[in-house]
């Protein structure tokens, strides 16, 4: 089953994500779980991260909100919030082909 997690930043929290992204990094790559993640951005000129996107790839919706807890971002109080939804792809290159 797929989850779609989505976190937005706390205001001016940015040396606080820049200073935990790569614990976050390796986190994401140990869980292996990971299907689509990024950085969501401000908007202008010169945008600047102020959440996360993840799609993870799990058994249940707890194992989810599990992999949202133990983000080292999140342990970091860097989230003002965090929701976690199901999610299923529908279009999109990278996803399987059948019919």
């Known amino acids: 089953m ?3 997690i989505t976190a937005f930043d706390k205001e001016n ?3 606080l994500r820049m200073k935990v ?3 976050h990094l390796a986190y994401a790559k140990e869980q292996g779980l990971t299907v689509l993640g990024g950085p969501l951005l ?3 000129d010169d945008p600047k991260p102020c959440g996360s996107m ?3 790839d799990v ?3 707890e194992q989810a909100e599990n992999f949202a807890k133990n983000d080292p971002y999140n342990k970091a109080g860097l989230f003002d ?3 976690v ?3 299923m792809g529908a279009i999109g290159p990278w996803l399987p082909t059948g019919d």
Do not use: A, M, N
Request: proline share 4%.
């Open 13 to 15: 929290s940015l040396d």
């Open 42 to 44: 401000t908007e202008g």
């Open 85 to 87: 939804r199901r999610w």
């Open 21 to 23: 992204r790569p614990d």
């Open 59 to 61: 058994d249940s919706r």
């Open 2 to 4: 797929h989850y779609i």
């Open 54 to 56: 993840i799609i993870v």
């Open 81 to 83: 919030k965090v929701t």
